[in-house]
């Protein structure tokens, strides 16, 4: 978990303080430039314009620090501004480098245990449902006193000094009352306990945090319960902890619904010049943002967004609270730049993809630039029985999620759910920019359809068809991808062509 920091100032802080011991520090008493982004700066001197240009292009967003006292000129303003700066009080600066700057890590990481690494305690005698990889149900009595009723295969290894977020999605019906039990061995153990948490439902109305404060060690984790109804698990997840400085990345917002579910938001403001770039992440097991490095190299405001239900991903659809949220987030961000919709571009890749274009029915960005477009999410999952026979079995959990069902009527529903959406838009003026794999075998038609739906509506479609299945040609559609992102901020917004 090593952190890479940088002072500047007249005096070496690392002489003076002690500092968290994974930490690489960068004293400079003159600032040059460089392509290396630093995970944190912490300023203690006025800065010249070109060294405030320099900060606000290799320092990351929430992780620049001005100590109190330090006279900010107008490039100052604007850095701080850019890389949303904060003022440090130098009273709390030794605490800052002996303890917090740890949250600043450079590498993010989250997983989530699946419903199928999730086994009934066997002294459980109720009954026990898989519905695909969506959920696990128990019904049935789980006694009168608190006492393991499941518990999930394979443990979490923990190192020293760190810590880990851990988040359960559940739901329940009846007078059923659980709490998540997570056990420490010793490192080589399968006996020794080192340590234990007990954590209750009220705990849990938030996320919940274990420290590491003793030697590396697996963390085995258990539900414990008692009463008697229904217990649905859909995931526990676990993430490398900020404690409280946001999720995978510094400053990054985490919403959740009434039902537990998530929604990951990351805002970096850029140069403060339009457009605002909306990326949606595409599917992916390991939870966290796609694409942070290409979307920071572009310069311009953008915003990272992502789906971390189900295996890899539920194409950010929900119920109508779920969907509101994430609309909000998006319009919270332009509202703060003062940004219309014509000054707007969404885009994503597969998963990503789907986003983009039904989010785009509510906000109507100027641009939607997308690669390999899913649409009708129901072919996609019906694909999966005989054109794709285990290729992509997630489609087949999104369709039960939305539907507690597989039949052709779900099938219908899913495909509608975009299309209704889609057709009562209007696309005046209006650009959408397609790369698609001419043999895909996730939603075959779903560029003809685009054009189809798209036809006498005002907007244009700019295409580019690629030879093979969904996942033949990846690089071939970023690069077309990226090239058409620097057309537009080029021709659409007169920015530098990179």
Known sequence: MKIRA??????????KYEIFPETQWNYEPELNAGDSEYD??????????????????????????????????????????????????????????????????????????DVH?????????????????????????????????????????????????????????????????????????VSSIQQMWTFSEDDMRDIVTIENDRGDGPVFASINARGEGTLRITSLHDRYSRRGKGSFLPGSIRIT??????????????????PICVYFSGYKTMEGFEGYRMMRAMGCPFMLISDSRLEG????IGSPEYEKLLKNSITDFMDELGFSNDQVIFSGLSMGTYG?????????????????????????????????????PTSLDL?????????????????????????????SDRTFCVAYMIEDDYDSDAYSE?????????????????????????????????????????????????
């Open 6 to 15: 940088l002072q500047l100032g007249s005096v070496d802080f690392s002489l």
């Open 117 to 189: 690494s999730f086994s009934p305690s066997p002294d459980f005698s109720g009954r026990v449902m898989w519905h695909g990889f969506t959920e696990i149900v128990l019904e049935g009595s789980f006694g009168d006193n608190m006492h393991q009723a499941a518990f999930w295969r394979g443990n979490i290894p923990v190192e020293k000094c760190q810590a880990i977020d851990f988040w359960l999605e559940y739901s329940k019906e009846g007078d059923v009352e659980i709490e998540l039990q997570l056990i420490q061995f010793v490192s080589g153990s």
């Open 257 to 274: 619904t009434g039902s537990r579910e998530e929604i990951f938001t990351y805002t970096d403001p850029g140069d403060l010049k339009p």
């Open 313 to 316: 991903g539920a194409f950010y």
């Open 399 to 427: 369709m039960w999620k939305q539907y507690h069902s597989l039949d052709g009527g779900a099938v219908e529903k899913l495909n509608m759910r975009f299309w209704e959406k889609f057709d009562a838009t209007d696309w």
């Open 450 to 498: 685009l054009l189809s739906h798209v036809k006498g509506s005002g907007a244009k479609i700019i295409g580019k068809g690629i030879h093979g299945r969904h996942n033949d040609d990846t690089s071939g559609i970023v690069t077309w991808f990226l090239r058409q992102y620097n057309r537009v901020l080029c021709d659409g917004y007169g920015r530098e062509k990179k």
């Open 40 to 113: 944190v700066a912490v300023i203690d001197r006025g800065l010249t314009d070109s060294e405030a240009r320099i900060l606000a292009r290799i320092v990351r967003a929430g992780c620049l620090f001005l100590l109190d006292g330090v006279t900010i000129t107008p490039a100052m303003e604007f850095m701080m501004k850019s890389r949303r700066g904060s003022m440090m009080e130098r009273s709390g600066l030794e605490r800052f480098l002996k303890d917090d700057i740890r949250d600043y890590f450079t590498i993010p990481y989250g997983e989530k245990f």
């Open 356 to 392: 983009a274009l039904y989010y785009g029915t509510m906000i109507l960005p100027s641009y939607i630039i997308v690669g390999k477009p899913l649409a009708s999410l129901g072919n996609m999952a019906k694909a999966e029985r005989i054109n794709r026979p285990g290729g992509f």
